[in-house]
């Protein structure tokens, strides 16, 4: 589809296109109710609980008051109604003051003031110096006289350099009297989001133009929301406009990520439910029973002997009422508020910002904090994310002759320094190529200094080099370019620019030296993609292979290598050549690769001046923060665009892999499906059988070989990507990159990819978990991340401190969730033993009501402050995250730990309260009101002894919680439509109503207590054992063996050992699960647990644990 603009003919183009109204709105004010219901009821839960509360209306079937439902539901709608009108109404706001910004616009020859809103397609808009983008603008015409304008897209893309932008061909040199007054038609493509392209042609209408089609491209438009700086003005043609703009089309919500969390507490939801089912059938079974064999024979039941034909449903649908509040109504909500708070302990983390830039942490996805702490794999990029991104130039090698060494850099080295004075051909090429082959753009400041502005930090080191090497570039004036090499003036002409691509992995310039009219076509780019199209003429294949083994050579070195070449070219073949490439540019359909195409026709033939070698520092603490979450059991892949050699040395040098001779590395090469497939065969043959630790064997494959593997021989890589726990991956796309994660996901592993630019934001959304890094190449992975960080060392932190927290929390807070509402819904079941299984509910509404909003809810919500292990701890002892990635804290084996607690305490709460108040002068109210207190007083101490650390407001929450549950019943039993008149007044003079409380207590705590020191005596997990020596406050001297060994699973390991006086007993502390069913991958039998074991996967668990791609 195309889309043709009129310039400045309202007629042709107003009613067919949309205005520049933004609208980021979810909800309007008609719709908000509805819609927001809608999706609210979307939802299975909700969609439950709705029919158990209309079921409730029913007068007949229901046990208790509908209040008892209809509140909470009403109350947990509104909170989630609330934060989205809340939420919708900011967007609003938002969008109301970009919609109202005053722009100038040429409508019919006449330049006028409109709002923003107001802009239709086809208007020519002008802009001033720091003037925001109301719209996606071609450019027409701006102040400079060779038609350039800068640009900042930092809110487009996230990158801070300025951009420039061009003029279209067609209307350079165009008066900026006549510009209101032009006229003709632009033909683009329907609007998409590709923020990086856009092929289109523009016609002008004479006297400006006779109809000659003018190719378009991105470097002739500024988008939306973009800055013009740095030009007194510019102006352009409305050609997407609203939320049709690609700024506005690349808006949207993404997809939800669901936890691995999630996923178990959806299970065991499900779990419930059919427990519950089970439950409401067989005591609406016994309960109809009853009634046709019993109830009928009691005068009192006044059961009439026909009744209708729902009859036999009613004791049923009794039970299901009942019993529906074994699924917790406000779990979800409780999580969701929990969740954002995680989120923001990571936003307030002063430990994570950058100190450098002032860049601190930022969580924009608050619904998987948790997952954070079950990482298994960590797939990273190497540029900008192990490295910082500052690219230094340090050596070359011209036409065979290697300069720089281990005590000096290239630039200093006195034999280069003397072949550029003394004018040597060669490496006056070779400066040139990397003084003006590149896009650089200088910039002149008013004391003279010039600065560069460049969107590849390769390019600007290579500029820079040339520069210290008295080949300076200067001005770019349009299409020329001025040099000054030794105080002599250099001109060359841009004839066409041949931008990078990661196909072609090159970029070139053909240029016109303007001194002699020769056309010169430079070219630089990886090795592959410039030495093997050398002219045999120019370069000797014993020249090739000097420059193969410097590029080598340098790359040994951890250096990023560039190839620098050049042609010349004769006129004739020129001008042909150019003719392709302008109707390649013109074309509509399939422009990329048609360009691309006639690339190559001319990228040929090459002589190669030499080679440059770039170096990339490493960041700060990033060996020590890989070795940490090594031991933390995380697996490590690094995928980069780098060669392999290059990757290797970096993998080396950031303790990825071991050092020579330890280290082994399994390379997976070859050119044929046939030698790929022999090579991943042994090296899979290899992986089987090695006992090697994680660190000192990786395998290594590069781009061409992952493109053949992942198509033909998909199976065998996904087992060995289970047997690895180390791998590099080199010269990979971003496509290889997502398929990469795709492929571990598919395995069950939870993945957390991290990255900095542009070309990581596929993987990084791929991933489980999405991690970037605010660096040098802007916030475009930053952006598209669930977190954002300004170092890689930061990750340490991220993982190990709040996804740990958040994990333990989260699993607390929602199996105590199961745990109250089961307690509750037990006693009621047994309540029906002794009143004729007839589903009547010993609790009254108000008293139902107020536990699950807020009796048991306040307490719980408090637990995003506790802390089982300060954080100093956590990070000196990484391999406790064990804990969290094989799920030992949430898991069927823990619920039903919850669950046999919930039961026990039902029985001890009913048994206690029935024989102390069941006799004939007591009131059902009041035995009712002595169970909710056992249950409250034992809920409170549940709380209390799961909690690690207490701060004031803890005690607050779980004491002040008791406390009001005292007033607000006093207070309720002061009215006598309560239902509890008087109630409260009189158990609290009672001395039968407290010692019946400290007993249900202490029945009820007195167990779990003995069990727990029995556990911390006997039986306690590593975490115990580090929480007594914080506790005692002896340091802890060793945990033994740290490094998982991949193969050696069932071996014995050292023991922990901590300094502690011997006289001090152990602590009560919160138990943690050691049942080795609780993980989430077998260990094989009798294989003792302990977190030193690997999570590593032997090839026969492959079948088990990976899914069939």
């Known amino acids: 589809m195309k889309r043709f603009v009129y310039i400045d003919d309202d007629d042709l183009s107003n009613n067919i296109y949309c205005d520049n109204r933004i609208s980021n709105r979810k909800y309007t004010v008609w719709n908000f109710l509805p819609k927001n219901l809608w999706e609210q009821f979307s939802r299975f839960m909700n969609q439950y609980f709705l029919l158990i509360a209309c079921l409730q209306l029913w007068s007949l079937i229901t046990p208790v008051n509908p209040a008892s439902t209809w509140g909470p539901l009403i109350f947990i709608f509104a909170v989630s109604a609330t934060k989205e009108a809340w939420d919708d109404y900011n967007r609003y706001l938002s969008d109301k003051k970009a919609n109202e910004k005053e722009v100038w616009v040429v409508r019919k020859g006449i330049r006028k003031h409109v709002q923003a809103q107001d802009v239709c397609v086809g208007n020519i808009v002008w802009l001033r110096e720091n003037d925001e983008v109301p719209c996606d603008l071609v450019?027409?015409?701006?102040?400079?006289?060779?038609?350039?304008?800068?640009?900042?897209?930092?809110?487009?893309?996230?990158?801070?350099?300025?951009?420039?932008?061009?003029?279209?061909?067609?209307?350079?040199?165009?008066?900026?009297?006549?510009?209101?007054?032009?006229?003709?038609?632009?033909?683009?493509?329907?609007?998409?989001?590709?923020?990086?392209?856009?092929d289109a042609n523009m016609r002008l209408f004479p006297p400006f133009l006779d109809n000659d089609v003018c190719p378009l491209t991105i470097k002739n438009t500024i988008l939306q929301s973009c800055y013009l700086r740095n030009t007194e003005w510019a102006c352009g043609v409305a050609v997407y406009t609203g939320n049709e703009t690609k700024l506005g089309m690349s808006r949207g919500i993404p997809e939800p990520k669901l936890t691995a969390m999630d996923a178990m507490i959806d299970k065991l939801t499900g779990a419930i439910f059919v427990f519950q089912i089970v439950v409401v059938i067989v005591l609406g079974i016994a309960g109809n029973v009853w009634k046709d064999t019993e109830a009928r024979k009691l005068w009192y039941v006044q059961y009439p002997n026909e009744g209708p034909w729902y009859e036999l449903l009613v004791i049923p649908l009794r039970f299901e009422l009942l019993c529906s509040i074994m699924i917790p109504i406000s779990i979800k909500v409780s999580l969701d508020l929990v969740k954002s708070l995680y989120a923001k302990f990571i936003d307030w983390d002063n430990e994570m910002v950058d100190p450098e830039t002032g860049t601190p942490s930022h969580a924009t996805n608050t619904a998987i904090s948790e997952d954070l702490g079950q990482v298994e794999y960590i797939l990273t990029d190497k540029t900008g994310t192990l490295t910082e991104n500052k690219m230094i130039f340090?050596?070359?090698?011209?036409?065979?002759?290697?300069?720089?060494?281990?005590?000096?850099?290239?630039?200093?080295?006195?034999?280069?320094?003397?072949?550029?004075?003394?004018?040597?051909?060669?490496?006056?090429?070779?400066?040139?190529?990397?003084?003006?082959?590149?896009?650089?753009?200088?910039?002149?400041s008013k004391a003279g200094a010039i600065s560069y502005k460049a969107q590849s930090q390769d390019e600007e080191a290579l500029v820079r080099a040339a520069a210290r090497l008295n080949m300076v570039f200067l001005e770019k004036k349009g299409n020329i370019l001025d040099i000054n090499f030794n105080a002599s003036l250099v001109q060359y002409e841009v004839l066409d620019t041949l931008e990078f691509t990661s196909e072609r992995k090159r970029m070139s310039v053909v240029v016109r030296d303007c001194q002699n009219g020769n056309i010169i076509l430079l070219s630089k780019g990886a090795d592959e993609a410039i030495l093997p199209h050398a002219h045999t003429e120019y370069v000797p294949g014993q020249q090739t292979r000097?420059?193969?083994?410097?590029?080598?050579?340098?790359?040994?070195?951890?250096?990023?290598?560039?190839?620098?070449?050049?042609?010349?070219?004769?006129?004739?073949?020129?001008?042909?050549?150019?003719?392709?490439?302008?109707?390649?540019?013109?074309?509509l359909v399939d422009r990329e690769w048609r360009v691309a195409?006639?690339?190559?026709?001319?990228?040929?033939?090459?002589?190669?001046?030499?080679?440059?070698?770039?170096?990339?520092?490493?960041?700060?603490?990033?060996?020590?923060?890989?070795?940490?979450?090594?031991?933390?059991?995380?697996?490590?892949?690094?995928?980069?665009?780098?060669?392999?050699?290059?990757?290797?040395?970096?993998?080396?040098?950031?303790?990825?892999?071991?050092?020579?001779?330890?280290?082994?590395?399994?390379?997976i090469n070859g050119r044929t499906e046939d030698e790929v497939g022999q090579s991943l065969e042994r090296v899979l043959l290899t992986m089987r059988i090695t006992n090697a630790e994680p660190k000192d064997v990786?395998?290594?494959?590069?781009?061409?070989?992952?493109?053949?593997?992942?198509?033909?021989?998909?199976?065998?890589?996904?087992?060995?990507?289970?047997?690895?726990?180390?791998?590099?991956?080199?010269?990979?796309?971003?496509?290889?990159?997502?398929?990469?994660?795709?492929?571990?996901?598919?395995?069950?592993?939870?993945?957390?990819?991290?990255?900095?630019?542009?070309?990581?934001?596929?993987?990084?959304?791929?991933?489980?978990?999405?991690?970037?890094?605010?660096?040098?190449?802007?916030?475009?992975?930053?952006?598209?991340?669930?977190?954002?960080?300004?170092?890689?060392?930061?990750?340490?932190?991220?993982?190990?401190?709040?996804?740990?927290?958040?994990?333990?929390?989260?699993?607390?807070?929602?199996?105590?969730?199961?745990?109250?509402?089961?307690?509750?819904?037990?006693?009621?079941?047994?309540?029906?033993?002794?009143?004729?299984?007839?589903?009547?509910?010993?609790?009254?509404?108000?008293?139902?009501?107020?536990?699950?909003v807020f009796y048991t809810s306040v307490p719980v919500l408090v637990s995003v402050l506790d802390k089982d292990l300060s954080e100093r701890t956590v990070m000196q002892h990484p391999q406790i995250l064990f804990y969290c990635q094989a799920g030992r804290l949430l898991n069927p084996s823990t619920f039903a730990g919850w669950f046999g607690r919930a039961l026990f305490h039902a029985i001890v709460v009913f048994v206690i309260t029935i024989h102390a108040y069941a006799f004939e002068k007591s009131e059902m109210e009041e035995a009712s009101m002595v169970a909710l207190s056992g249950c409250i007083w034992l809920q409170a101490f549940v709380v209390a002894l799961e909690t690690n650390s207490f701060t004031i407001l803890q005690h607050i929450a779980i004491w002040g919680n008791l406390v009001a549950f005292y007033v607000i019943n006093w207070i309720v039993s002061a009215f006598p439509s309560s239902g509890l008149y008087t109630i409260m007044f009189r158990l609290c003079r009672q001395p039968s109503y407290w010692i019946t409380i400290f007993i249900i207590v202490a029945a009820g705590m007195g167990p779990v207590l003995a069990l727990k020191y029995f556990r911390y005596t006997y039986r306690s997990s590593k975490i115990n054992i580090l929480q007594q020596a914080e506790r005692m406050g002896g340091p802890i001297l060793s945990l033994g063996n740290i490094e998982p060994q991949s193969r050696s699973l069932d071996k014995d390991v050292s023991p922990l050992s901590i300094s502690q006086p011997k006289n001090r007993t152990s602590v009560y502390e919160p138990l943690l699960s050691d049942s080795p069913s609780a993980a989430r991958r077998s260990f094989g039998p009798g294989a003792p647990f302990d977190f030193f074991q690997s999570q590593a996967r032997l090839s026969s668990n492959y079948t088990r644990n990976c899914k069939d791609n």
């Open 139 to 198: 450019l027409i015409g701006t102040s400079d006289p060779q038609g350039l304008c800068y640009v900042e897209t930092a809110a487009l893309d996230g990158e801070t350099d300025l951009k420039t932008r061009v003029v279209a061909s067609a209307c350079m040199g165009i008066d900026s009297e006549l510009l209101h007054k032009i006229k003709g038609v632009i033909e683009c493509p329907t609007p998409d989001k590709d923020i990086r392209r856009f």
């Open 394 to 444: 340090k050596r070359c090698c011209i036409s065979g002759t290697f300069y720089g060494n281990e005590n000096e850099d290239g630039l200093k080295d006195p034999e280069l320094l003397k072949a550029v004075a003394s004018g040597s051909p060669d490496a006056i090429r070779f400066l040139i190529v990397m003084a003006i082959c590149n896009t650089v753009v200088p910039v002149q």
């Open 546 to 587: 000097i420059f193969a083994e410097a590029v080598e050579q340098y790359a040994q070195l951890g250096l990023r290598t560039l190839c620098l070449a050049c042609r010349d070219l004769e006129e004739e073949e020129y001008h042909e050549w150019s003719l392709l490439f302008k109707e390649a540019n013109s074309s």
């Open 597 to 667: 195409e006639v690339c190559q026709r001319i990228e040929h033939g090459f002589e190669i001046i030499g080679v440059a070698a770039i170096e990339d520092r490493l960041q700060d603490a990033v060996p020590e923060t890989i070795e940490t979450l090594r031991k933390a059991g995380i697996n490590f892949w690094m995928l980069t665009g780098d060669k392999q050699s290059t990757a290797i040395q970096i993998a080396r040098s950031c303790n990825f892999v071991s050092p020579e001779p330890k280290g082994q590395l399994l390379l």
């Open 698 to 852: 990786a395998f290594v494959v590069d781009g061409w070989a992952l493109e053949i593997v992942l198509k033909h021989y998909r199976k065998a890589f996904t087992e060995l990507a289970i047997l690895s726990r180390t791998a590099i991956c080199c010269r990979v796309t971003p496509s290889q990159k997502a398929q990469l994660v795709e492929l571990l996901k598919s395995c069950d592993y939870r993945t957390l990819a991290i990255g900095d630019g542009g070309n990581d934001v596929r993987m990084i959304q791929q991933a489980d978990i999405g991690v970037g890094i605010s660096g040098r190449e802007g916030l475009q992975a930053a952006r598209a991340a669930d977190y954002s960080i300004g170092k890689f060392r930061f990750l340490k932190r991220l993982i190990l401190v709040h996804g740990r927290y958040s994990y333990n929390r989260t699993a607390f807070l929602s199996q105590y969730s199961f745990y109250k509402s089961l307690l509750i819904c037990f006693i009621q079941i047994f309540f029906s033993f002794i009143s004729g299984v007839s589903g009547t509910s010993l609790f009254n509404s108000v008293s139902l009501m107020a536990y699950n």
